[in-house]
């Protein structure tokens, strides 16, 4: 019987090392290892056999079985490392030809965006903030001059985070104002980019994160002259012209006098579709600090003044590049992402 085993395994070992391919150690595992191998035949004989020699030859049979995988698993491993040797010695192989060339990302045409304002700001002295997403219903509304039961909560439909309400996916950027406020000593003058969320169904326009800049400006006798002034200045270098602005009243609590800020369409004379015929765009929201902002933020209404803006990021970027659809912003899709 233990003659049986060892002429196995010799069989079996040294068709192994004469293996000289996947296919042959195939035919070893399916010949010996394998349910009609003859391992397997010999277990099977196992309750026909004398009692004192079953668990010599079963034992034995499962110890060279485990014996024999170990060794298909090793000679596999030894036949691939000679299979690439061979690729990389062969006479077709040739080691000038230039490796395949690596695919390589590009900036989501957001962040091409993003950095040009930051720049922008930036060369004007501005200071580029960052703040939480996941936001304080107190940084988010109340310091901004909204409190809880004030109709302007109505404008944004509001994810919040907990039961009491505390706590909230930001709206806007605005919130970052009072931490700016908080941190820094005027005079100063900050940025802050980022992303916000409103409960919004999804459509061409809309989107339920979308990114918007801040900006947040605090001296000594700042006016609206001064506001649109670096409005104009930030737009001649965005579009490398001169663009007219015009403001238009408009309410948002946390300033006042607050405004619309409209631009010239930089793309007609006479009227074109992405200015839908009026020769003015939409650009953001403005105004004077209002002096209950000031006070949320510890600094005195009587000794400074600012003013603040905050317009759509994702809006800019669709009229740069004349995106008709800001779904394709959050979509993922290749096809648009590699466009840039
Ligand atoms: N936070 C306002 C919005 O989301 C925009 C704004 C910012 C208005 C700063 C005035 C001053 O619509």
């Not at 020699?53 to 499962?62: M, S």
């Not at 605090?218 to 006016?223: A, K, L, N, Y």
């Amino acid at each position: 019987m233990e003659e049986r085993l060892n002429q196995l395994r010799a069989s079996a070992m040294e068709r192994l090392a004469a293996a000289t391919s996947p296919e042959d150690l195939r035919a070893v595992d399916r010949d010996f290892v394998g349910k009609q191998g003859s391992l397997s035949e010999l277990l099977a004989s196992v309750p026909s056999l004398d009692p004192k020699d079953r668990p010599i030859v079963g034992k034995g049979a499962n110890l060279l079985k485990r014996d024999i995988l170990a060794e298909i698993d090793k000679r596999k491993g030894e036949l691939e490392a000679a299979e690439i040797d061979a690729q990389r010695s062969g006479s077709d192989f040739d080691g000038t030809l230039p490796a395949a060339a690596a695919t390589r990302g590009s900036l989501h045409p957001l962040t091409l965006v993003r950095r040009e304002v930051e720049s922008i700001f930036v060369s004007m002295g501005y200071e580029v903030l960052d703040g939480p997403e996941v936001e304080l219903d107190y940084y988010n509304f109340q310091a901004l001059n909204i409190p809880a039961d004030h109709p302007a909560r109505e404008m944004q439909d509001t994810f919040y985070c907990d039961r009491e309400g505390k706590l909230v996916m930001r709206t806007q950027t605005s919130p970052v104002q009072i931490r700016a406020m908080e941190r820094l000593k005027p005079p100063f003058r900050v940025i802050c980019p980022g992303r916000v969320f409103r409960n919004e169904e999804p459509d061409a326009t809309h989107e339920h994160t979308f990114h918007q800049v801040e900006g947040l400006v605090v001296g000594e006798d700042i006016t609206v002259g001064h506001l649109s002034g670096v409005l104009k200045g930030f737009l001649r270098q965005l579009f490398q012209k001169d663009i007219e602005v015009r403001l238009r009243p408009g309410y948002f609590p946390f300033v006042e006098p607050g405004f619309e800020l409209d631009v010239r369409c930089p793309f007609c004379t006479e009227g074109c579709r992405t200015c839908k015929n009026t020769r003015w765009i939409e650009f953001c929201g403005c105004g004077i600090v209002h002096p209950k902002v000031l006070s949320a933020g510890g600094i005195d209404p009587e000794s400074w003044t600012g003013f603040a803006f905050g317009f759509g990021l994702d809006r800019l970027v669709m009229l740069r590049y004349g995106i008709d659809d800001l779904r394709h912003f959050m979509g993922g899709d290749l096809r648009f992402l590699e466009q840039f």
